[in-house]
């Protein structure tokens, strides 16, 4: 995620399913996919793209592993008017 950050200044909350309580002990976790705006690093104003990152469950123990995540990146329609 280095690499995302370097290029992109990210919102500081985005979004992510949530579980509903059917799932029991699961209920509440955050599911892929996650969504934040975004804009290129250091510009100003409005976030103008939209960052989704799909990564598959379970992909991670906890530990630091090494996973495989998606990544996709498209202009966000109409830009924001949100700053940080």
Known sequence: MK?????????PAGMGLRLGAHFGDEAGKRIS??????RPKGTSGP??????IYS?????NGEQEATTVWID???LHPPTAKTP
């Not at 996919?33 to 975004?38: D, G, H, I, S």
């Not at 976030?47 to 989704?52: A, D, F, H, R, V």
């Not at 598959?56 to 991670?60: I, K, N, R, T």
Request: aromatic fraction near 10%; hydrophobic fraction near 45%; charged fraction near 15%.
């Open 3 to 11: 690499m995302l950050e370097s290029g992109l200044d990210v919102a």
């Open 56 to 60: 598959p469950e379970g992909a991670s």
């Open 33 to 38: 996919p996650f969504t934040f705006e975004a």
């Open 73 to 75: 990146i498209k202009p």
């Open 47 to 52: 976030y103008t793209l939209l960052l989704t």
